[in-house]
């Protein structure tokens, strides 16, 4: 069974806080693929990043970072010095070689940045 | 470079009518897959087109159907729409396959009354 799980439903924190969204991902695949989006009010899911199973070098990208730990089943976000902009859902994805392209996305996690 | 356009942005149905909505895929991509957006029950997979074949479904039942076109572009049926069908429909493009990158529209919000 391929499954994501979001526990953090809803996150407030204020400008300039470091956040860390967490994702526990289920798979049997041995070769599979892990997203991140972003979801803003205006419904477009926005592609932050994407790691296959056999690259587990953690990331970073600007205010944005990701550790990808297949011990734990992991794959967490970190915005560093989160600004306003950055509220939005953000959801974390998997997709199983052999599940018939099927992404699976995890509940999401609403992601409020005060000012 | 364009990205992933979906036509209407908003819809409004009522019950037992059928819907079609539409996917413009990034210029070169030619897979487009479907996902319907609700509050109960997150995004799901609805089924995904490649060079104008139904390629992987998922588990919905035989009302929600689609098509794609020798440019890609796709379009989705919901035939006899119910009050559940309410939802947003989002539409993903990728070169080849979803696994190496999905780029999403802005999605059709359908409301069925």
């Known amino acids: 069974a391929q499954k994501v799980t979001q526990a953090q439903t809803e996150i407030s924190v204020v400008e300039k806080e470091d956040v860390t969204l967490d994702c526990v991902y289920e798979?049997?695949?041995?070769?599979?693929?892990l997203f991140w989006y972003k979801q803003p009010p205006s419904g477009e899911l926005v592609f932050l990043i994407r790691?296959?199973?056999?690259?587990?070098q953690n990331e970073i990208s600007g205010r944005y970072s990701w550790n990808f730990q297949k011990s734990t089943s992991s794959f967490n976000f970190t915005i560093t010095a989160s600004q306003v902009v950055d509220s939005a859902v953000y959801f974390c994805a998997l997709l199983a070689a052999n599940n018939n392209n099927d992404m699976r996305f995890g509940a999401g996690t609403r992601l409020t940045v005060k000012p | 470079k364009a990205g992933v356009t979906q036509t209407p942005r908003y819809l409004i149905k009522t019950r037992g009518q059928q819907v079609t909505l539409s996917c413009s895929p990034i210029s070169g991509h030619r897979s487009v897959s479907w996902y319907q957006q609700t509050p109960g029950q997150g995004l799901q997979f609805l089924f995904e087109y490649f060079s104008e074949t139904q390629r992987n479904k998922g588990n919905f039942p035989g009302r929600f159907s689609g098509r794609q076109f020798s440019n890609s572009r796709s379009e989705m049926n919901v035939s006899t729409l119910e009050l559940g069908d309410s939802a947003l429909y989002l539409c993903?493009?990728?070169?080849?396959?979803?696994?190496?990158?999905?780029?999403f529209g802005q999605g059709t919000r359908l409301t069925v009354v």
């Open positions: 798979t049997r695949d041995t070769t599979y693929y």
């Open positions: 993903a493009s990728s070169p080849v396959t979803p696994n190496t990158e999905a780029f």
């Open positions: 790691r296959n199973s056999f690259d587990e």
